[in-house]
């Protein structure tokens, strides 16, 4: 599979929306492949937080939302908190079972 | 609950071989397929490889591929990774991982174990 392109970096403030995108070709983030979404805190394991696009599992807060349009996902963080602050990595799914992550994006909280 | 424990990690000299294990609970795990994740220092997720339920579809990463090795016993509810020729590159944090399948038939990781730290150094 390709390399996936993310920002290095996006910051908001407290309250504002917040988005990241996650940018392949027609093999991976294309019609070929589900793209998943995972939080990581330093030192901890990484979290998921949006699955099959768009979906997002039982536990996790309606201020994450997920969305794909062509060859870019993407992953909407309204209501900014200071707990949001993190670093996130999209993943690119095929349905054989191999797997390619973005290069992922710190999220500050100014 | 579902818990992923990783073991089998340490320091181990460029060219040597290491074997990790992941210990599953609170699942079926035969009904499960895993991948191993790997993350170097300060640097992103990197996925390893897949194995499928009944270790039917087996898959790697081409950084890895012909180096490592991929098993599970579904008795013992455990997953491995044979790691052999390491390299300095191969630094890096392991997590074995869960996959779940979507309502399109596509695999996505939804939990994963703590990691265990690989270090590959002379």
């Known amino acids: 599979q390709s390399a996936l392109t993310q920002p290095a970096s996006v910051s908001g403030s407290p309250g504002q929306s917040i988005t990241i995108s996650c940018s392949g070709t027609?093999?991976?983030?294309?019609?070929?492949?589900?793209v998943s979404w995972y939080q990581q805190h330093p030192a901890k394991a990484p979290q998921l937080m949006i699955y099959e696009d768009s979906k997002r599992p039982s536990g996790v807060s309606n201020r994450f939302s997920g969305s794909k349009s062509g060859n870019t996902a993407s992953l909407t963080i309204s209501g900014l908190q200071a707990e949001d602050e993190a670093d996130y990595y999209c993943c690119s799914c095929a349905r054989s079972g191999s797997k390619v992550f973005g290069p992922g994006t710190k999220v500050t909280v100014l | 609950e579902v818990q992923l424990v990783e073991s089998g990690g340490g320091l181990v000299q460029p060219g040597g071989s290491l074997r990790l294990s992941c210990a599953a609970s609170g699942f079926t795990f035969s009904s499960y397929s895993m991948d191993w994740v790997r993350q170097a220092p300060g640097k992103g997720l990197e996925w390893v490889s897949f194995?499928?339920?009944?270790?039917?579809?087996?898959y790697y990463a081409d950084s890895v591929k012909g180096r490592v090795t991929v098993s599970r016993d579904n008795a013992e509810k455990s997953l491995y990774l044979q790691m052999n020729s390491l390299r300095v590159e191969d630094t890096a944090v392991y997590y074995c991982a869960r996959d779940r399948t979507d309502s399109s038939g596509y695999p996505y990781i939804d939990y994963w174990g703590q990691g265990t730290l690989v270090t590959v150094s002379s």
């Open positions: 027609g093999s991976d983030v294309g019609s070929y492949s589900v």
């Open positions: 194995i499928s339920g009944g270790s039917d579809y087996i």
